[in-house]
């Protein structure tokens, strides 16, 4: 385990010895004594947390108030809606390629865009056997395998994605959100109102949110490794540094300075080094990391 300071809070950090079996899932473990009021930052991925620790995590928003495991789809916490906080808290957080989150949850991502479900709501009485499973596994390496064989067994729970709707949201990804949306449907051979129905009905946001997620989060974790705003905007396709600056606000609810000292986008360059959110690479992060 390696340790993230940041501010005055340190975070114990894990990831898994090497990339696992199942296309479009990262994951990574954390220990945390005190976490007061995180900001939860959108992102482009599914994330299920499956939690494990003497206290429970606590995740509060203008819907509602969640504690313990929970599913939060892509996009959670626009305007800086949404916070978690908890004492004591042991996790394995795990992120789901929005095209690979209904096989696995038995859900489709469309139900989930932009807000938290309890875990139990999906799977039932199965969520308190994993956590006790977890907390009984005698290290990290035996708790990733643990949940990597779970995800596995459940693999096929609901239905894949389209091939087409794969193939768009991979080419948004790739392209870090630098792509004509109208372009899109041509690319994969639909018309394009069946692309929007079908990627909107099977990812959970409709693609130019989807363009717009992507993006964002690419700029994000630039300006949290210390590049300027106005370079990040040209580099990352903002018409300019106040298109930029609108774009975080809308997303994050502050100013990319601000964001630029979010834990939650900070620490990522060590729970999913080289993997990045939703498919893509990182920027090294700045600043917080000690490896032990």
Sequence with gaps: MRTFAHGGATWGVVSPPSPGRIAGVTMA????????????????????LLEFGAGSPV?????????????AGSGLGAAGAVRARGVDLECVQVRLSPVVARSVLGVSPAGLAGSV????????????????????????????????????????????????????????????GLVRVDDLAAEVGWSRKRLWSRFGAQVGLPPKRAVRLVRFDHAAHRLVAGEGAARVAADTGYTDQSHLHRDVMAFTGTTPRAVAAEPFLAVDDLAWPGRGAA????????EGLVRN
């Design 117 to 176: 479900v309890p875990l139990e709501d999906l799977w039932g009485r199965e969520v308190s056997r994993i956590r006790e499973r977890l907390a009984e596994a005698s290290s990290w390496d035996q708790r990733f395998a643990l949940t990597e064989e779970l995800l596995a067994r459940r693999q096929g729970a609901g239905p894949p994605a389209d091939p087409e709707v794969a193939r768009a949201w991979h080419r948004i990804v790739a392209g870090r």
């Design 29 to 48: 473990g954390f220990r945390v004594g005190d976490l007061d009021a995180l900001r939860i930052v959108p992102h482009p991925a599914v994330t299920l």
């Design 279 to 286: 498919d893509g690479a990182r920027t090294p992060a700045r």
């Design 59 to 71: 995740v509060d928003g203008a819907a509602g108030r969640w504690r313990g495991s929970v599913v």
